[in-house]
């Protein structure tokens, strides 16, 4: 792994999600790099234990690292004055999905609260939520979606970048409350269709 503060982060939050007993979803994890712009990208999804594929509810967390942010950690690597912390942009996409009728969105809304734990200093606001429909290809069936974000950013003051193992701290609240969110979600009235077949 780069010794890298983002790298931290994310293993920072890798480690929060394993602590709440939240099973990644490996095929669901990826790592970009916008070649024009030279942001870096960072995705990955964790449902509850037991869940089958895919699970009923899931949480897709997104990393972002601006290249300003890049910037500014470069000229504190190399001794520079830290003018403005980098930051780190983050999101929590809380997805109820293989639902067999379109959902109220109330409800949801209601086990959600506003704003996230505390990420260091900082809270992840709550956003309105959005619903999807998916069709077969015949249009005979569907099953729908129902998805609510909460965004933020954190940034990384200079003891930050100087020691990322801080950053455990930092995240240690997440993995408990996605894990307990994801259980008042999956706990809702709503009817869900059966789980695909696994393959042999």
């Known amino acids: 792994m780069l010794d890298h503060v983002f790298t931290d982060a994310i293993g920072a939050l890798r480690d929060a ?11 669901e994890e990826r790592f970009q790099v916008d070649v024009l712009l030279g942001d ?20 897709d967390i997104t990393f972002d690292w601006p290249t300003w942010s890049q910037t500014a950690y470069r000229s504190w690597y ?23 009728h379109r959902p109220d969105p109330q409800p949801v809304l209601a086990a959600l609260p506003e704003t996230s734990p505390l990420i260091g200093e900082q809270q992840l606001e709550r956003s309105a939520p959005t619903v999807e429909q998916l069709y077969d290809q015949d249009l005979s069936d569907g099953e729908f979606a129902i998805e609510v974000s909460y965004e933020g ?30 259980v008042r979600l999956g706990d809702l009235k709503f009817e869900f269709l059966p789980p695909e077949p696994e393959e042999s």
């Open 153 to 182: 950013t954190i940034p990384l003051e200079e003891q930050i970048l100087a020691d990322g193992s801080m950053l455990d701290e930092q995240f240690k609240e997440i993995g408990g409350w996605v894990a307990s969110t994801l």
């Open 78 to 100: 190399i001794g520079e004055p830290l003018e403005e912390p980098p930051e780190i942009l983050i999101e929590v996409a809380l997805r109820v999905q293989r639902l067999a």
């Open 40 to 59: 870096l990208t960072w995705e990955t999804s964790y449902g509850l234990p037991g869940e089958g594929q895919p699970p009923r509810v899931r949480a």
């Open 17 to 27: 999600m394993e602590n709440a007993f939240l099973e990644r979803q490996a095929f």
